[in-house]
DNA sequence: CCCCAGGCTTTTC
DNA sequence: GAAAAGCATGGG
């Protein structure tokens, strides 16, 4: 049996956008329900709706929580507790109405607070491949080396997989870990490496949660993991690690940062010195402690607006 | 057979 | 040091 909460948010919120702005790859939309979503959170199976605008209920087990317990767990993994002053500066609007006017149906994604071992893999198989099969490797990840739980909802079976932890990458072998990994091992003996890092204590996510290390450094630590540019470092740090100031850049951040804002529209490929020269012009116009939060709207919007890509 | 898909690593200047 | 080429793979 499922148990039942509402949680009631301070300001507007877009569920579906959250879950499925590519941010994360494990939600899942209940076959024959598509207004439920459903992923295993903390291994704990959870499934949400969006009531209102303002408001969505969550379903879950009863004996793996108390309601206080997953209340708080969702406004962590929401972000509730966060709601920016100024997530984009005074004069954004000022100099950009016309980008404002296409961001007013964005602004109520949230930026999800994710476990940095979730982010740190499903974005290594992030790389120069589609949506569709970035989110076909998670799904295989999760379902060959996480745990199996089958839940009972609406009268309905939902099976679905917890992501696996630190120690069961580590230990996997790389031959039958690529098969997950669209046949690629090169990306399969990264994860193992890095899965081992984390297991043995060689890369401590607690010491990277520490707010007052700049960013720089952070990114520099998380690259030194094989398969690891400042691309996927910064998306671990903004999604993982809860650094709202990281602003990840990718193809598409990099065309409307150009189209939008004329900002790098000479640089042709996207190399360190040209990530780390974006980065900075970027900050210029945007508040800086929001960077990497304002730039998920932005991303999510330029993808649905400009290029009209499905987000799912 | 071509190009593309939410980059990274190695080689070369 | 920093730009250019190479890389690895499936899908359309």
Sequence with gaps: MFNR????????ISIEGSLFSGQTFRWRIIEEMPEYFIN???????????????IFEAYYETETTTDSGLSELLIAYFQLDLSPENLFPEEFSRRYPEVCQ???????????????FETLITFMCAQGIGMQIIRRQIEMISRVYGKERSVFFNGREVTLFSFPAAISLADADPEKLSRCTNNNRTR????ITAARSLAQGKLDFEKLRDKSMPL???????CKLGGIGFKIADCIALFGLGRMDAFPIDTHVKQYLGKWFGIGADIQSLTPAAYLKLDAEARKILNPCFAG????ILFHCWRCEEKRLRTC
């Design 5 to 12: 909460i509402v949680i009631n948010t301070s300001s507007d």
């Design 216 to 222: 720089e450094e952070l990114r520099n630590e998380l």
């Design 102 to 116: 296409k961001l007013e149906n964005y602004l109520p994604l949230r930026v999800l607070r994710q476990d940095p």
């Design 40 to 54: 295993s959170i903390n291994s704990i199976p959870i499934i949400i709706r969006q009531l209102k605008p303002d």
């Design 293 to 296: 939060y304002a730039g998920h």
């Design 188 to 191: 399969a003996r990264n994860i």
